[in-house]
């Protein structure tokens, strides 16, 4: 069997989006030992290269920062994409943060002999299983950074394109087709928005009935930390995304 090293810290940190370099910020403030294991080749990937061109955040910017590093004043309220990224990358740099890319942890147990968590993961870039222990395990692995195509009855005699949103840029080259949004959150409104611009023939359905928020309702923002007792006394941690809730 081959002879792993195993390497020991303090704490790891699953997952590079903005939860998990949040949680970093303020690990490093206060020099705890860390690793962050992150399977893709960048800080922020979802937001870097799973979303659309025209997106803005949904919420005002005071809603998006994150601990200790505000949006500069002259940011607009509702930021672009490409502000809140270069906000990402600069927060990423002033606090150090410095994960293991392309690993993904495959499999974590805790222990109880050594009161430790054990992870295993792999090095994407050359297939090798990577070992480290420690003493708390941080969660900030998101909940929608697969995109998601449910089954739907006769989809496979569909001769069209079918994406999912993650794989859209932008409207450009489905002017003059007939394209069909489903579904009618933040993002598919923002979707079927930008596809009529550029003069597609947009039309949307939706399953349930549609909640329409007014210009007050705001709610949510980052959410870093936020479920800890397992009730088996283990020290594992959840580091929960951004919510939006604000539509124009
Ligand atoms: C189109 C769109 C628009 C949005 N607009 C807004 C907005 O306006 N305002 C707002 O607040 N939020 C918005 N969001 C939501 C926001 O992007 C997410 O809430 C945010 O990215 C969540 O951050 P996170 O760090 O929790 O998760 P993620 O960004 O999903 O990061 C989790 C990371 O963990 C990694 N990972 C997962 N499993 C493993 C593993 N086993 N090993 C190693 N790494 C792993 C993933 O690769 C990923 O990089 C939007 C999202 C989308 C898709």
């Avoid at 003059?176 to 611009?197: I, P, Q, T």
Wanted: net charge neutral.
């Amino acid at each position: 069997m081959a002879n792993f090293t195993k390497e020991e810290t303090d704490i790891i940190v699953v997952g590079a989006g903005p939860s998990g370099i949040a949680v970093l910020a303020c690990l490093n403030k206060l020099d705890i030992n860390n690793v962050v294991l992150g399977k893709q080749d960048c800080c922020a990937y979802l937001c870097k290269k799973k979303t659309y061109d025209r997106l803005h955040l949904h919420l005002l910017k005071d809603f998006c920062s994150l601990p200790f590093m505000s949006h500069a004043i002259s940011s607009p309220k509702y930021m672009l994409k490409k502000e809140f990224i270069q906000y990402l990358d600069e927060y990423v740099e002033h606090f150090n943060i410095t994960p293991k890319f392309q690993t993904c942890v495959e499999s974590a147990f805790y222990n109880s002999g050594e009161k430790k968590w054990n992870d295993k993961s792999r090095n994407l870039t050359s297939g090798e299983i990577e070992l480290y222990a420690s003493d708390f395990l941080i969660l900030a692995t998101g909940e929608n950074n697969e995109g998601y195509i449910p089954k739907m009855v006769g989809i496979e005699n569909f001769k069209g394109e079918i994406i999912h949103l993650s794989d859209y840029r932008s409207g450009e080259k489905y002017k003059d087709k007939k394209v069909l949004v489903v579904g009618s959150g933040n993002s598919r409104m923002e979707l079927a928005f930008d596809l009529s611009s550029y003069e597609s023939h947009t039309s949307i359905v939706v399953r349930s009935p549609m909640e329409r928020m007014n210009g007050k309702f705001t709610f949510g923002g980052p959410n870093v930390v936020s479920s800890v007792d397992d009730g088996m006394g283990r020290n594992s941690y959840i580091a929960q995304g951004m919510a939006w809730g604000y539509l124009r």
